[in-house]
């Protein structure tokens, strides 16, 4: 009778969706069901494909479709279509998507509960950040906290996504942009300025540069894809053809080392020129807007006594880093 009550308050899709799922654990072993089917069924719906789903979570593309044709095969139908760039969900992926992700829920509800029971004083914080900040922002204040916290040990993902802190992929993000999940806290740690800069080397040989529209006759060092450069020169009113960049490329840490090494002009975050001795900030007049830098844990896992100490400690000393 409750279980009916209960179901009263569902979506149809919702109980559908439950029913398909109860039917596959009736019909397979109970205790035999395994959960990280559903994880693995949620993470290629999510991505669109195998590749991508292997990428977000860092498991390995053969198990996630290993474990997609494990639950096709406990369901009895097909869940995804192989498309020309990836894959696409039957109506029965959609009929259970819902209830998945009613399951999931339920157990991220039961990972935080643990979590914030736990008053353990030793134990590991995963940090997530972009993969410049993890090169050459954190390693000092990282190590700076391991000698003031030699109980918490650090994982440290070096990823430019946005790695999912609700799902527990990460326990504190350090990122360029705010997260827009409500149920994080979010603190703005200062501004990231960046700034036109090259080697003295290669400026010994190269043209003067005293103003915006001399960049012209220099090498110029841009992004691939990426079109934010040229974006923010247009609104400088210097418009910029992705032919003028004689090097291009979206890596940012093969970006950084190519205006290290000489390769010409490029913009990078002013935090980071300490890292290469003769390599000099250039145009100090040109107002490249600058980014934002945001410190982020999930309300409730900010309990956890290491992770309140890792998150304290950061939000203290990330702020003068940013500043050299």
């Not at 990282?142 to 992929?169: D, F, G, K, Y």
């Not at 053809?241 to 390769?263: K, M, N």
Request: glycine letters at 6%; proline letters at 5%; a positive charge.
């Amino acid at each position: 009778m409750a279980e009916s009550v209960a179901a009263a308050g569902m979506p149809i899709h919702t109980r559908t969706g439950m029913r398909a799922i109860h039917f596959c654990m009736k019909t397979a072993v109970l205790d035999s069901f395994d959960w990280a089917l559903v994880k693995s069924f949620l993470a290629v719906l999510d991505a669109g494909s195998l590749t991508a789903a292997a990428r977000r979570t860092g498991a390995q593309q053969p198990t996630l479709s290993r474990h997609v044709a494990e639950l096709e095969a406990q369901l009895g139908a097909p869940l995804f279509e192989r498309t020309g760039r990836g894959v696409a969900p039957t109506g029965t992926a959609l009929t259970i998507a819902a209830a998945a992700r009613q399951m999931e829920e339920a157990a991220l509800a039961l990972a935080r509960g643990v979590a914030r029971s736990r008053s353990a004083t030793r134990g590991s914080v995963r940090i997530t950040t972009s993969l410049v900040a993890a090169t050459w922002l954190l390693p000092r204040v990282l190590v700076q906290m391991q000698r003031r916290h030699p109980e918490i040990e650090v994982e440290l993902v070096a990823s430019n996504e946005l790695t999912n802190l609700l799902r527990r992929e990460a326990d504190i993000a350090v990122r360029m942009v705010r997260p827009a999940q409500g149920s994080l806290i979010a603190r703005k740690l200062g501004e990231i300025e960046i700034v036109a800069a090259a080697h003295s080397g290669y400026l010994a040989k190269a043209p003067p540069l005293r103003e915006p529209a001399d960049l012209l006759a220099h090498r110029l060092i841009g992004f691939d894809r990426d079109d934010s450069i040229l974006r923010g020169f247009a609104r400088l009113g210097v418009p910029l053809a992705r032919s003028d960049f004689a090097f291009r490329t979206d890596d940012q840490v093969a970006y950084t080392r190519l205006v290290a090494e000489g390769a010409g002009v490029g913009f990078l975050a002013a935090y980071t020129l300490r890292q290469w001795p003769g390599v000099v900030r250039l145009l100090p007049g040109l107002a490249i807007p600058s980014l934002q830098c945001w410190l982020a844990v999930h309300r409730e896992i900010r309990s956890n006594p290491l992770v309140r100490t890792a998150y304290d400690f950061l939000a203290r000393e990330i702020p003068p880093a940013l500043r050299g």
